[in-house]
């Protein structure tokens, strides 16, 4: 098939990629000349604009976007006049369900076809594929599906689900989910768990990390709190090794688990990584769909809610607790000491 990609950062260029060595033909745009010229060095298409690239691609066209979901809206517009009936757009970024809707409705108005996917890959996605989670009409999803199959990892070998055909197409990476925004909605839910996940992993190799480092303290005051010393002094970890062990055999080990063992494995204290965690929207809409659905996430919200927590938002409130425990019994904050070093290095 021929496809338009435009955006062409970390997951688009190499979409690009996957698809061109499934023998598609693709026809790419992004602002930063340099990512074009790069994968028109690799077979693609470069286009001058989004309107060139449309202008490119044989009717029916379809057109891929990659790109921030704040940007989707202007990028809708940029290209309305050179669509035509029976095109396919597919926005395949983080947008919001909502927006989705809004724009399959605006769309259908001049008979383009709108499809929204949810794709999960990140970085790795050229070698091992991507999951995709589709939401839209049959017609206009059946009409990609050579393209959903390119970039889907494939069925896995030995894998028992692979030959259930309740399961239509998920077995081999990709599934039509339902209507519009129903493709961004599930990838929402798969964000706000992959949310959870990393806090647990986060928070329990934390507690390996600061083991032994907590032994019975012989200060007594009223700004330090007794402890028992029940984690024996001696014990000092070796994160990476720990998570290299996990990876074999162990009912947590994942691909995130995967990913936590490379970087210990590389840097065991993180020294390159502030600790200030982004959050892209998807944690957010989770707790919104959930309150609106009066459905309990209290780790997807806490995991959401630790983020804010990593940039510095929660100073203000840890502030003004100090002057609480101050002005009611007179505690002054204790010098702050610096953290550990990672145990065992």
Request: glycine residues 12%; hydrophobic residues 45%.
């Given at each position: 098939?021929?496809?338009?990609?435009?955006?062409?950062?970390r997951?688009?260029?190499?979409?690009?990629?996957?698809?061109?060595?499934?023998?598609?033909?693709?026809?790419?745009?992004?602002?930063?000349?340099?990512?074009?010229?790069?994968?028109?060095?690799?077979?693609?298409?470069?286009?001058?604009?989004?309107?060139?690239?449309?202008?490119?691609?044989?009717?029916?066209?379809?057109?891929?976007?990659?790109?921030?979901?704040?940007?989707?809206?202007?990028?809708?517009?940029?290209?309305?006049?050179?669509?035509?009936a029976?095109?396919?757009?597919?926005?395949?970024?983080?947008?919001?369900?909502?927006?989705d809707?809004?724009?399959?409705d605006?769309?259908?108005?001049?008979?383009?076809?709108?499809?929204?996917?949810?794709?999960?890959?990140?970085?790795?996605?050229?070698?091992?594929?991507?999951?995709l989670?589709?939401?839209?009409?049959?017609?206009?999803?059946?009409?990609?599906?050579?393209i959903?199959?390119?970039?889907?990892p494939?069925?896995?070998?030995?894998?028992?689900?692979?030959?259930?055909?309740?399961?239509?197409?998920?077995?081999?990476?990709?599934?039509?989910?339902?209507?519009?925004?129903?493709?961004?909605?599930?990838?929402?839910?798969?964000?706000?768990?992959?949310?959870?996940?990393?806090?647990?992993?986060?928070?329990?190799?934390?507690?390996?990390?600061?083991?032994?480092?907590?032994?019975?303290?012989?200060?007594?005051?009223?700004?330090?709190a007794?402890?028992?010393?029940?984690?024996?002094s001696?014990?000092?970890?070796?994160?990476?090794?720990?998570?290299?062990?996990?990876?074999?055999?162990?009912?947590?080990?994942?691909?995130?688990?995967?990913?936590v063992?490379?970087?210990l494995a590389?840097?065991?204290?993180?020294?390159?990584?502030?600790?200030?965690?982004?959050?892209?929207?998807?944690?957010?809409?989770?707790?919104?769909?959930?309150?609106?659905?009066?459905?309990?996430?209290p780790?997807?919200?806490?995991?959401?809610?630790?983020?804010?927590?990593?940039?510095?938002?929660?100073?203000?409130?840890?502030?003004?607790?100090?002057?609480?425990?101050?002005g009611?019994?007179?505690?002054?904050?204790?010098?702050?000491?610096?953290?550990?070093?990672?145990?065992?290095?």
């Amino acid at each position: 098939m021929q496809l338009g990609m435009i955006g062409l950062g970390r997951m688009g260029s190499n979409m690009v990629r996957r698809l061109g060595k499934a023998g598609h033909r693709c026809v790419v745009f992004d602002r930063d000349a340099a990512a074009r010229q790069e994968l028109a060095g690799e077979g693609a298409i470069a286009a001058s604009s989004a309107t060139d690239l449309v202008q490119r691609l044989q009717a029916p066209r379809v057109v891929w976007i990659m790109i921030p979901a704040a940007a989707v809206d202007a990028t809708i517009e940029s290209l309305l006049p050179a669509l035509s009936a029976d095109d396919i757009l597919i926005d395949g970024g983080n947008s919001y369900y909502g927006d989705d809707r809004r724009r399959h409705d605006l769309l259908a108005q001049r008979g383009v076809r709108y499809v929204d996917i949810g794709t999960s890959g990140g970085l790795w996605g050229l070698e091992r594929g991507y999951c995709l989670m589709v939401g839209g009409d049959d017609a206009a999803v059946s009409h990609i599906e050579p393209i959903l199959t390119a970039l889907a990892p494939g069925p896995a070998a030995g894998n028992s689900a692979n030959g259930n055909a309740a399961l239509g197409s998920a077995p081999r990476g990709y599934l039509h989910v339902g209507p519009s925004g129903a493709g961004h909605f599930v990838k929402m839910i798969h964000n706000g768990i992959e949310y959870g996940l990393m806090a647990a992993y986060a928070e329990g190799l934390n507690l390996l990390h600061r083991a032994g480092s907590g032994s019975a303290t012989t200060v007594v005051d009223a700004e330090t709190a007794p402890t028992r010393g029940l984690i024996p002094s001696e014990y000092r970890f070796k994160l990476d090794q720990i998570a290299e062990v996990w990876r074999h055999g162990s009912v947590i080990s994942s691909w995130l688990l995967d990913l936590v063992a490379a970087a210990l494995a590389e840097e065991p204290g993180l020294q390159h990584y502030a600790g200030h965690v982004a959050d892209s929207g998807e944690g957010r809409w989770t707790v919104e769909a959930a309150i609106d659905a009066a459905v309990p996430v209290p780790v997807l919200a806490t995991a959401l809610f630790d983020r804010f927590t990593s940039r510095g938002q929660a100073d203000f409130a840890n502030r003004l607790l100090s002057a609480m425990r101050f002005g009611f019994g007179g505690h002054r904050e204790l010098a702050q000491t610096a953290s550990p070093q990672p145990a065992g290095r």
